[in-house]
């Protein structure tokens, strides 16, 4: 069994990847220093004795005794990268040399979490590895994006010069359990939304797309492409399944089985009107799809996203359900 670090391992993936870890035997060391996640939804990991956590910041210097980094600290949700643009760049940038010269030093394997958001607003899809994509390098949206595009670029850096041995998985929107209620994408505003009888909120009209992929799949697409060397490119891991922004708000209203009012808002600068992964070279390389229907991963997502609701009194439970 190995030692792993998983940097952002309190946020919403990092959760989900750090249990996956645990309970298949590994030491895992968390460096987070949860400026999007909080402490209390790690705390069953933490009673975990294989389990460590080191409060700190990626952009500084990094030493922890691992043999597999997983980079996944960064601010990921739109508005929350972008209330401090300049924070989100570094953590990118700074975060990818700090792992790295941590691998070069120790000899780690390390895997970088990137984003289908260095293809930008695609001119073609699905996209494919290879399509270089079209960002605007200034707009709001640019910290993040070109913070990756540039944290991509540092990770083949070291693999050319140092011959440090990277992976690189570019992430497709991912939902599911361990999401914050207030993290600001999609899936949660809605299901919290839907959970709470408030409005849903639909940015433009709607018609834009997005490839919903449940965490449990990209959590099983991280972990194999981390054990898979040889891959001497980026890879798309996300669901292929491309819905509209409005047909996922009358799939969480089915799920959750109400039917609120829609209350449509002013759609965000650059906010790309498609996005669906081709995953023909993670199907080929790592023999890896996900497998988790949407409807599936919403009950599920709804289930614990009630549950957070309840325990913090955002959401009263019905009078017979709280007398049992
Ligand atoms: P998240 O915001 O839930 O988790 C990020 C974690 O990183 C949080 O716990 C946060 O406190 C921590 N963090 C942020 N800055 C840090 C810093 N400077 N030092 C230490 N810790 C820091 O986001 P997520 O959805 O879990 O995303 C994880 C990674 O996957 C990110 O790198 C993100 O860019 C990438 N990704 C996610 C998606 C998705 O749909 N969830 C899609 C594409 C890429
Ligand atoms: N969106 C929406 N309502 C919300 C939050 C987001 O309509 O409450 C839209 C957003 O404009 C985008 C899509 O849903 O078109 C996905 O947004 P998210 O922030 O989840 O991810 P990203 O834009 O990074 O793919």
């Known amino acids: 069994m190995g030692r792993v670090l998983v940097t952002g ?32 939804k790690i705390a069953h990991l933490e009673r975990h004795s294989r389990f460590q956590l080191l409060i700190g910041d990626v952009r500084n210097p990094i030493r922890v005794d691992a043999d597999r980094i997983y980079n996944l600290a960064c601010p990921a ?51 494919i590895e290879d399509y270089r994509g079209n960002v605007n390098s200034w707009g709001p949206r640019a910290c993040y994006d070109e913070g990756k595009r540039c944290a991509e670029a540092l990770f083949f850096d070291y693999r050319q010069k140092y011959r440090v041995d990277v992976r690189v998985a570019r992430i497709f929107n991912t939902y599911g359990p361990m999401m914050e209620p207030d993290d600001g994408r999609v899936v949660s505003n809605l299901l919290v939304q839907a959970l709470r009888g408030d409005a849903l909120t639909i940015y433009g009209d709607g ?34 399944a491309e819905i509209t922004i409005l047909r996922i708000a009358q799939a969480v209203c089915g799920v959750v089985g109400t039917s609120p009012e829609i209350r449509f808002e002013p759609l965000p600068v650059d906010d790309p009107t498609r996005r669906r992964p ?26 614990y996203f009630r549950m957070r609701l309840l325990q913090s009194g955002a959401l009263v439970a019905p009078l017979a359900e709280a007398a049992e």
């Open 207 to 240: 018609s834009q797309t997005r490839s919903f992929c449940f965490v449990d799949d990209l959590v099983a697409g991280l972990r194999r492409l981390m054990e898979r060397p040889g891959l001497p490119t980026p890879v798309n891991l996300g669901n292929p």
């Open 278 to 303: 081709d995953i023909g070279l993670a199907r080929r390389h790592l023999e890896w799809e996900p497998k988790v229907s949407l409807e599936e991963g919403l009950r599920a997502t709804a289930e």
């Open 77 to 127: 949700s739109p508005p929350k990268y972008q209330a401090d643009p300049v924070y989100t760049t570094e953590t990118s940038v700074l975060g990818a040399i700090n792992v790295l010269e941590m691998a070069r030093r120790t000899g780690a394997t390390v895997l970088q979490a990137s984003t289908s958001e260095i293809y930008g607003e695609p001119a073609i899809s699905p996209q």
């Open 9 to 40: 391992g309190a946020g919403f993936i990092g959760a989900n990847l750090c249990a996956s870890l645990l309970a298949e035997g590994h030491e895992v060391t968390c460096l987070d220093n949860f400026s999007t996640s909080t402490r209390d």
